[in-house]
């Protein structure tokens, strides 16, 4: 398991050790995990993604669900939605 505050460390180390699952936080310090996803999709990443949000929406989850994102999750998260939408 791997810990970034900003996408572009997690886009590199993901290009150095493919990982097959990603949590992202809606709000980077560098950009939003759905421009991250959509980063990381074009270099022809496939694993599973789940976003996290503390400001959920319809639009937020629609655009999540276009980009790739398996689930979007509300913060604070609950230990079993995270490891549903991590194993299901």
């Known amino acids: 398991m791997r810990a970034h505050a900003r996408a572009a460390s ?3 180390a993901a290009a150095l050790s493919p990982v097959d699952l990603l949590v992202a936080d809606y ?3 560098d ?3 759905i421009e991250m996803l959509r ?3 074009d270099a022809g990443w ?3 993604a789940v976003l996290m949000t503390g400001h959920p929406s ?3 989850t629609e655009q999540a669900l276009v980009a790739g994102f398996y689930s979007v999750l509300e913060k604070p998260l609950a230990r079993h939605a995270l490891v549903a939408a991590l194993t299901d």
Do not use: F, V
């Open 10 to 12: 997690a886009i590199d």
């Open 27 to 29: 709000l980077l310090e």
């Open 31 to 33: 950009c939003d995990g």
């Open 39 to 41: 980063t990381l999709r």
């Open 46 to 48: 496939q694993g599973r």
């Open 58 to 60: 319809e639009l937020l």
